[in-house]
């Protein structure tokens, strides 16, 4: 394979590449938008906890996507102070900048550099097939083009950092499809350029839904408030929530999403929190309310010490940490990008 990507490692986490698919511990990407105040328990569970997972056993590069959350209207200055707010969280769960580097999507232009690349090999049918554009086109008065190419910004995020694994929560399947598609096509078209990367997504809490609508995900932007759990919600916010989950219509507990998403949430969460799994929790419930309270108790443990770093980490040390971060992306983006412009052979 033709490279020249080289070996680097700092004193601060290393980023060890002998050729391009060589990476000789397999390096982990993934993103999270700064949208809404803080994470909820969906992007939690279903992402930033395996992100600290992984950073036993994988080179770990993690990124605030700015960039993509403003592919829908945003007030001036609300994505800046959403990203310092992302930041802060991501630390205090446990992303460790000594071993991983976390960093600001806009602040490395090379993602939007490569997206371009990206957007000249993905067909325009292969996008309107994206059910999140689908979703998020019929829920937006003004529907902008970034939102249509959102999955050639993604997969270049991915392929900038020679990417293996992508761990990341069900709904985001799609796009790690066609971030694979892309790279393949692109490799056949100028050679073994990129690596491929693979999706990893966690077995348990995969899809948090709304505890008041289960059949909708969790999400930030969701105008749910009783149906989503936040980071920043207090202990007493946290059990009324629960409190008023809504469940099915007969009284039994099992797990079973189809006929009951109510109470298969609340499983898929308990379990999650607990790290079991769910058809073992729910042998061990005949009513709603234990288990809404036990949920409930399981999620204010989990969140307790996270919340706790949270209110210690100042704006000053969080800023200084991205800046870190930002100087180690952008390293490996600029030697990955100008492989790219080799390979297609431009002036
Ligand atoms: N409900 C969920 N259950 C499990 N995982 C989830 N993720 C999101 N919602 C759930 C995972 O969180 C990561 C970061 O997501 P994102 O911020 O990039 O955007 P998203 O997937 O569009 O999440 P939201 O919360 O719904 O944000 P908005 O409302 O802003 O679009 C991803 O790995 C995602 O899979």
Redesign the pocket.
């Known amino acids: 394979m033709s490279t020249d990507s080289g070996s680097t490692s700092t004193d601060t986490g290393s980023v060890s590449t002998d050729s391009v698919g060589a990476n000789i511990v397999p390096r982990t990407f993934?993103?999270?938008?700064p949208?809404?105040d803080v994470p909820?328990l969906?992007?939690y569970?279903?992402?930033l906890r395996n992100w600290v997972d992984l950073q036993e056993s994988t080179d770990g590069i993690y990124c605030i996507?700015d960039l993509h959350a403003l592919s829908v209207p945003r007030e001036p200055g609300e994505v800046g102070r959403a990203t310092l707010q992302m930041a802060r969280v991501m630390l205090a769960v446990g992303i460790d900048p000594q071993r991983s580097i976390l960093f600001v999507q806009s602040r490395v232009r090379e993602h939007s550099e490569l997206a371009w690349f990206m957007q000249c090999v993905t067909a325009f049918g292969e996008l309107r097939r994206m059910t999140q554009f689908k979703d998020k086109s019929e829920a937006n008065e003004f529907v902008s083009s970034a939102l249509f190419t959102y999955p050639t910004l993604m997969a270049a995020d991915i392929v900038l950092y020679d990417t293996d694994i992508v761990p990341?929560?069900?709904?985001?399947r799609q796009h790690l499809e066609i971030a694979r598609d892309v790279s393949q096509r692109f490799n056949s078209r100028f050679g073994e350029v990129l690596v491929v990367p693979e999706a990893r997504i966690a077995e348990v809490?995969?899809?948090?839904m709304d505890l008041q609508s289960p059949g909708n995900?969790?999400?930030?932007?969701?105008d749910s408030i009783l149906g989503t759990v936040t980071l920043a919600d207090t202990e007493d916010e946290i059990a009324r929530k629960f409190k008023r989950a809504v469940t099915d219509n007969d009284a039994d507990v099992r797990f079973d999403p189809v006929t009951k998403p109510g109470v298969s949430n609340l499983l898929s969460i308990l379990g999650a929190a607990k790290r079991t799994d769910p058809v073992t929790e729910a042998e061990n419930y005949t009513q709603y309310g234990p288990l809404k309270a036990d949920t409930a108790e399981a999620v204010i443990e989990m969140f307790r010490p996270i919340q706790k770093r949270m209110a210690e980490l100042d704006d000053a040390t969080v800023t200084e940490l991205l800046g870190v971060g930002e100087d180690r992306a952008r390293e490996k983006a600029s030697e990955v990008m100008e492989r790219v412009r080799r390979a297609v052979g431009l002036f």
């Open positions: 993934s993103g999270i938008q949208t809404g909820h969906g992007n569970i279903g992402a996507v990341v929560g069900d709904d985001q809490g995969a899809r948090i995900k969790m999400s930030k932007s969701s």
